[in-house]
Structure formats: structure tokens, C-alpha cells
T-cell receptor, first 114, second 111 residues
């Protein structure tokens, strides 16, 4: 299985809502990533988990809270988001924990904050 | 800040023609990767080239890396309509543990 799955595909939430994005991989990868991508822009790295521990947080606002319950699962908890947080949220995983490994991406969750 | 700038921003070619896109970056790197993204979907890894390599091939793809000029190019030969996508370079910075995607090139292949 060489797939990274993400749920939900689409999410609409109000600024006072709490929601979570979910990402799953069963390739035995030890690193997992969250990216944010605005329309017609490149993906921007948000968080990196290495062996289930948060290793990199690219100065992301605290309204985004990542969680890695086990080596196959990655969640992104959302709370009190702003309309400018509307974007495609991409999850990825890689065999190794350095950036010298190809990353496998999920299809993304398209988030709209109203 | 973004590490890579890609050129051109958009490229439109006829099926069968070759497509070349370029990536320039600012700081020394360990490696450079190229990814493809179909409209609004996840990215697909194409090729990784290490800083001590100058050229790599994979099927119809040819990637070059010139570390002295801090630039890389991706050549797609004999393009197909299915190659229509956005193409991004991504750099692993040699210092600072940083990973950035370039600005991307939008390629349209006309059947």
C-alpha cells in the first residue's frame, strides 16, 4: 500500500468551530508532514513529525494543533480559525526523517473558513 | 521565505514537443527534488538529485543541477496531454534544516 489518505476531502467551518483533519499511511514511514497550500501558490511546510515526535513547527499559529497518536496516523486539530486559513491542507510521509527522502502526498483536505 | 523561484510561471506547448522549466534557489542545498501536482490534488514525486550529481534521468524526464549557479532544470521530452500539471522544485537546505518548494511552473500540453 503506497497511499496516503486524508479525510475529509472538503471541510467548511465557522470561525468558532473546532474540527480535525486526519491523515493515515500504512507504508511504515517514520516521518509525517502537514503542509498548507493557497491557490496558485506552492505548499508551505507547517509541521514535521519524526518517529511520532514533533520535530519541526514552522512558526504556525496555535489555532493549528498537530497530533501524532501512532506511527500511521497524523491529525491536525483546528480551532478559532480565520478566513485567511482557507486553503488546501496536504499531508505527506517519507521513509526517512531528513529531507533527503521523497515524500508521498495525500490528496489533501480543502478547507473553507466562513 | 521561499527558497526557489521557477521560470517560466506558465508554459503552453503542443503534444509531442519538449518542455523545459527552471528552478533557481538561494542557499546551498543537500538535494533538490521535483514534484508534479495535478489541479488541486496532492503532489507526486518525480525525481531527486543530490548536490554532488549533475544530471539524472527517469523515463521522459531529465533533470540537471548546477550548484555553482544555484539552479536546476526539468526537461520533459515528447510531452503528452496527461503531463498537464504544475511542477514544483523543492530544496533541502544544507544548513538550518529547511525544506522549501519553489513557486512552480504551470504546464499545459495541448492535444
Amino acid at each position: 500500500d503506497t497511499e496516503v489518505t486524508q479525510t475529509p476531502k472538503h471541510l467548511v467551518m465557522g470561525m468558532t468551530n473546532k474540527k480535525s483533519l486526519k491523515c493515515e499511511q500504512h507504508m511504515g514511514h517514520r516521518a509525517m508532514y502537514w503542509y498548507k497550500q493557497k491557490a496558485k501558490k506552492p505548499p508551505e511546510l507547517m509541521f514535521v513529525y519524526s518517529y511520532e515526535k514533533l520535530s519541526i513547527n514552522e512558526s504556525v499559529p496555535s489555532r493549528f494543533s498537530p497530533e501524532c497518536p501512532n506511527s500511521s496516523l497524523l491529525n491536525l486539530h483546528l480551532h478559532a480559525l480565520q478566513p485567511e486559513d482557507s486553503a488546501l491542507y496536504l499531508c505527506a510521509s517519507s521513509t526517512g526523517t531528513a529531507y533527503s527522502y521523497e515524500q508521498y502526498f495525500g490528496p489533501g483536505t480543502r478547507l473553507t473558513v466562513t | 521565505s521561499q527558497q526557489g523561484e521557477e521560470d517560466p510561471q506558465a508554459l503552453s506547448i503542443q503534444e509531442g514537443e519538449n518542455a523545459t522549466m527552471n528552478c533557481s534557489y538561494k542557499t546551498s542545498i543537500n538535494n533538490l527534488q521535483w514534484y508534479r501536482q495535478n489541479s488541486g490534488r496532492g503532489l507526486v514525486h518525480l525525481i531527486l538529485i543530490r548536490s554532488n550529481e549533475r544530471e539524472k534521468h527517469s523515463g521522459r524526464l531529465r533533470v540537471t543541477l548546477d550548484t555553482s549557479k544555484k539552479s536546476s532544470s526539468l526537461l520533459i521530452t515528447a510531452s503528452r496531454a496527461a503531463d498537464t500539471a504544475s511542477y514544483f522544485c523543492a530544496t533541502d537546505a544544507a544548513t538550518g534544516n529547511q525544506f522549501y518548494f519553489g513557486t512552480g511552473t504551470s504546464l499545459t500540453v495541448i492535444p
